[in-house]
């Protein structure tokens, strides 16, 4: 980009899962993002160690159970967006500010989604009329249009094709339809479990008592509709200390029945806990969409959040990285997998240059992490197998061709990125990955007809076990599961100008 402001666009067909602006220095070794998110358990523990025990049930309906599910799945799939493009504008060093467009099509909703939406709409209006009286007089959708990060404290409306504010669900209420879906989706969770069949179990003890059901529905809507509000003097105080006698034995009974139950099922409820997190550290921008149209173009500006910097060592160091001219930007974004389309375009204003742009995505990472552990859990039974055992050999160099295949794949994918950026991949950093390759592709009849048993790999690698472990080492210290893609890269100087100079 030039000083005028010209800009890049990227446009990919699998959308990424992480987006950063990172030199081309160092596309090699990609950071995974940080982690933001508040402790599962501990956030909803401090909630049920501090909220009073209600002596009725919270106001918390099947109804908005099932709409705050809704608006949650379609904030996270966004199956409705057809297009997403965020428009980054650098000012100065420090100074950006982001607009993102979303290209809406509401036939993209599924029945349910659909359903979930005029729902909220009759339960939000207090009008006698039917179903279809009521559709039929107020022809909106409810519609979230993305999850917006609780550091925004400033207010963000919404906005058509035509700079027409559009109507959104206040942050209230949103908080209580999510607070209601999850105490629905946590009892089925719950119910689920075989425990739960028995009377004697702390689940059906949980399930039978309803001031423990009552406090899990009141620490929920505490978490979610108080999240902004910290923990005051009292709070702490009274998370930190130990039950005293002037506490009610019912009340603590209660509370450590809810925490225990919580604590044994918690890698069954991880999946839970991480929508929590969502819930917990972002809001949902939904707004009222025309029904009696399909495609809606949505904007709005949403701040850009740096992130805290280390204390700088000397003033003279500070002085002379602010006056150097040249820094680095890097931005992060999740967008989900099933997106159709991302754009990201960046714009200057006059007097600043981009010198390159890097475009880098994790959209391997699940698939390399798993690809790793496998490698390693062949090893040990490669260590271990039997040549006397025919069926467990070949077993094992079926899954043995399956997981090097794979490895295979990822990596010819890493080196056609390095390719097409013109980055050099060094040779020693994957040793053992590209001799387990070699040697897969250079194996004859990996599956042979007249040899059923036949087992080409494991008679041709002996030294198998140690690379197993060294080739999944490998991929997850260089980061594997992030691909790159250079959209501008400075031209290499010519070195017989720079001697002359």
């Not at 950006?96 to 979930?116: F, I």
């Not at 009286?133 to 249009?145: C, G, N």
């Not at 002037?246 to 139950?261: A, G, N, P």
Request: aromatic share 4%; proline share 7%.
């Amino acid at each position: 980009m030039g000083k005028n402001g010209r800009k890049r666009r990227v446009e990919r067909d699998e959308p990424p899962a992480d987006v950063r602006r990172i030199p081309h220095q160092r596309h090699t070794v990609p950071t995974p993002p940080p982690d933001r998110s508040e402790p599962r358990v501990p956030a909803l523990e401090r909630a049920i160690r501090t909220v009073p025990i209600p002596g009725a049930p919270p106001p918390l309906s099947r109804e908005g159970a099932a709409v705050g599910l809704a608006f949650l799945d379609m904030a996270l799939r966004q199956n409705h967006i057809r297009r997403l493009t965020e428009r980054l504008t650098f000012v100065e060093h420090g100074v950006a500010s982001r607009t993102t467009e979303v290209d809406v099509r509401l036939s993209l909703l599924d029945p349910r989604q659909r359903e979930a939406s005029h729902l909220f709409q009759r339960l939000s209006s207090r009008s006698a009329r039917t179903r279809r009286e009521e559709e039929a007089a107020t022809p909106t959708i409810w519609v979230p249009v993305t999850r917006i990060s609780r550091l925004s404290v400033s207010p963000i409306d919404v906005v058509d094709a035509a700079g027409n504010k559009l109507p959104r669900l206040t942050q209230y209420e949103t908080s209580r339809l999510l607070a209601s879906g999850l105490y629905r989706l946590l009892k089925g969770i719950l119910t689920s479990q075989p425990e739960s069949r028995r009377r004697d179990s702390g689940i059906s003890r949980l399930l039978r008592q309803e001031r423990a059901r009552w406090l899990i529905q009141a620490a929920l809507i505490a978490l979610l509709t108080e999240r902004s509000r910290p923990l005051n003097d009292t709070d702490a105080h009274h998370v930190g200390r130990p039950a005293t006698q002037t506490d009610r034995l019912d009340e603590r009974d209660i509370r450590e029945l809810v925490l225990s139950v919580l604590r044994a099922h918690e890698a069954q409820l991880e999946p839970y806990f991480k929508l929590v997190d969502v819930a917990l550290n972002d809001y949902l921008l939904v707004a009222a969409l025309d029904v009696t149209k399909d495609d809606h173009l949505l904007s709005y500006d949403a701040p850009v959040h740096l992130r805290e910097r280390a204390p700088v060592e000397s003033p003279l160091s500070a002085w002379s990285r602010s006056t150097s001219g040249r820094y680095c930007i890097q931005y992060l974004a999740q967008v989900p997998a099933g997106l159709r389309s991302y754009h990201i375009v960046a714009e200057t204003e006059a007097g600043v240059h981009i010198e390159a742009m890097s475009l880098v995505t994790d959209v391997d990472a699940t698939r390399t992490r798993e690809l790793a552990t496998d490698l390693k859990a062949l090893a040990q039974r490669v260590r271990k197998q039997k040549p006397d055992r025919p069926i467990e050999t070949r077993l094992l160099e079926l899954e043995l061709q399956g997981a090097l295949g794979r490895l295979s794949e990822l990596f010819r994918s890493r080196q056609w990125d390095a390719n097409e950026a013109g980055v050099d991949v060094w040779e020693g950093a994957f040793r053992d990955t590209r001799g387990l390759i070699e040697r897969y592709l250079s194996a004859e009849d990996l599956i042979s007809e007249q040899d059923p048993n036949s087992t080409p790999l494991l008679r041709a690698m002996l030294p198998i076990p140690a690379m197993l472990e060294r080739a999944a080492e490998e991929l997850r210290e260089h980061d594997v599961g992030s691909d790159f893609s250079v959209v501008k890269r400075r031209k290499k100087p010519d070195l017989r100008t720079v001697d002359r100079a």
